[in-house]
């Protein structure tokens, strides 16, 4: 491996830690990164004459502490204030980040002030570790407003006076819920992407998965935080079975099982396992990845313990209701009681507004109508689901399925 390409591994595997550490010791995100990224510069520029050190990290966070220090001492508007760092600085520990430091830095990324996408595209680069065209690539956005977007949020960071802190007791809950949020928001748009026209983006899937393994490090007595990884883990382990040679979306009922990933798999139970193990109320996260679970052990589709599903999910819509959890439990009644029963459950959710575009609406009540005998009505509602489709393959898949039912029996 060149020089060049240590040291952008290098920047995976350590900027997250040096982010924290610096934020920790200047109070401010974005100098933190600064002052990593200007390290980075510089390992670019003698790394390939001298040779990589022997511990990267330390020489980084080395490099990157001095030029604290070269900034605190010009900036003499602010002297009083940043003398006391600079000796903080001083007498600082070498090396990288406390797992404390790097577990504040993703709350601080995850902080309430910040918009849902600001959180998310703010963890990709300050915790993921991608540079700012990767984070605009995983959101078909272009750079310049993913650039933007950090940029704001950092200054939204910084004028909200959000302090470089994990939460008190009385916070972490929710804090921790809207962590988990943005990991599983970075997951679903790898799973089933929202828009473009890969049906399936494996790197953001990838990237998801990895930071919930970090945080799942950090915090290995939170069982939401194991739920979601296991979740993760076992839906990502479907993905070579989940699209189809044209890159179309393959349903689970027809996937070819041998090529699920059993290793995936077997660290999905794993992790499920030891979130249960903790004995605490199991929550979304932990409720999902066993209805997960109960898909992953069955050989076939036809082997699926459905009642335990159904019951999952009758568990699930209590905890954490939604009209998509509500739509997703209609599946599981199919199963059990017939389409009949399915049917009614989802004629409930015409009339919410939250489903008005949602395209998975009229493919789970196409496919039951159709079960039905009712072959034009399900026609018609897969047309219109295919018009609220995201992505071409998925309106490919149900155009292609509207002109089968409107051909008849």
């Known amino acids: 491996m060149d020089a060049r390409r240590t040291v952008e591994a290098v920047w995976r595997m350590h900027s997250a830690r040096l982010v924290a550490s610096l934020t920790r010791l200047v109070r401010d995100v974005g100098l933190a990164e600064d002052l990593a990224q200007e390290a980075f510069v510089c390992a670019l520029a003698q790394w390939p004459r001298e040779g990589v050190p022997a511990q990267p990290a330390a020489w980084l966070a080395a490099v990157a502490r001095r030029r604290a220090i070269d900034l605190?001492?010009?900036?003499?508007?602010?002297?009083?204030?940043?003398?006391?760092?600079?000796?903080?600085?001083?007498?600082?520990?070498?090396?990288?980040?406390?797992?404390?430091?790097?577990?504040?830095?993703?709350?601080?990324?995850?902080?309430?002030?910040?918009?849902?996408?600001?959180?998310?595209?703010?963890?990709?680069?300050?915790?993921?570790?991608?540079?700012?065209?990767?984070?605009a690539r995983a959101f078909l956005t272009p750079t310049a407003t993913v650039a933007q977007r950090i940029t704001r949020a950092k200054r939204t960071l910084a004028e909200a006076e959000v302090p470089f802190t994990l939460p008190d007791a009385d916070e972490l809950p929710a804090r921790l819920a809207a962590v988990l949020e943005v990991v599983y928001l970075i997951f679903n748009e790898g799973y089933a992407a929202t828009s473009g026209d890969r049906w399936i983006r494996r790197d953001l899937a990838e990237q998801a998965i990895r930071l919930g393994r970090v945080l799942a490090g950090l915090m290995p007595r939170e069982p939401e935080v194991l739920g979601l990884v296991a979740l993760m883990e076992l839906q990502a382990s479907r993905f070579a079975a989940r699209a189809g040679r044209d890159g179309g979306p393959?349903?689970?009922?027809?996937?070819?099982?041998?090529?699920?990933?059993?290793?995936?798999?077997?660290?999905?139970?794993?992790?499920?396992?030891?979130?249960?193990?903790?004995?605490?109320?199991?929550?979304?996260?932990?409720v999902q990845a066993a209805i997960a679970a109960c898909h992953a052990r069955a050989p076939r589709y036809e082997d699926t313990d459905w009642d335990t599903i159904l019951a999952l999910y009758d568990a699930l819509v209590?905890?954490?209701?939604?009209?998509?959890?509500?739509?997703?439990?209609?599946?599981?009644?199919?199963?059990?009681?017939?389409?009949?029963?399915?049917?009614?459950?989802?004629?409930?959710?015409?009339?919410?507004?939250?489903?008005?575009?949602?395209?998975?609406?009229?493919?789970?009540?196409?496919?039951?109508?159709?079960?039905?005998?009712?072959?034009?009505?399900?026609?018609?509602?897969?047309?219109?689901?295919?018009?609220?489709?995201?992505?071409?393959?998925?309106?490919?898949?149900?155009?292609?399925?509207?002109?089968?039912?409107?051909a008849g029996p």
């Not at 204030?81 to 903080?88: E, I, N, P």
């Not at 939250?354 to 009505?377: K, Q, T």
């Open 72 to 135: 605190i001492r010009r900036d003499r508007l602010r002297a009083d204030r940043y003398a006391q760092l600079a000796a903080d600085l001083r007498n600082a520990p070498t090396g990288t980040a406390s797992d404390e430091d790097l577990l504040t830095l993703i709350f601080v990324a995850c902080h309430p002030v910040l918009s849902r996408q600001s959180r998310a595209v703010l963890t990709l680069r300050m915790v993921g570790g991608l540079a700012t065209e990767e984070v």
């Open 250 to 286: 393959v349903l689970l009922a027809d996937q070819d099982r041998s090529r699920w990933d059993r290793t995936l798999i077997a660290h999905g139970l794993e992790a499920l396992g030891r979130a249960r193990a903790l004995g605490k109320p199991l929550g979304p996260y932990t």
């Open 318 to 406: 209590q905890i954490a209701p939604s009209p998509v959890t509500d739509l997703n439990r209609a599946v599981a009644v199919l199963h059990v009681d017939g389409p009949a029963a399915a049917l009614d459950a989802v004629e409930a959710l015409r009339d919410d507004p939250r489903m008005a575009r949602y395209h998975l609406l009229g493919a789970v009540r196409g496919d039951l109508l159709l079960r039905l005998g009712r072959h034009i009505e399900a026609a018609e509602e897969w047309e219109h689901a295919a018009d609220l489709a995201p992505t071409r393959h998925e309106r490919a898949m149900l155009m292609a399925r509207a002109a089968a039912a409107g």
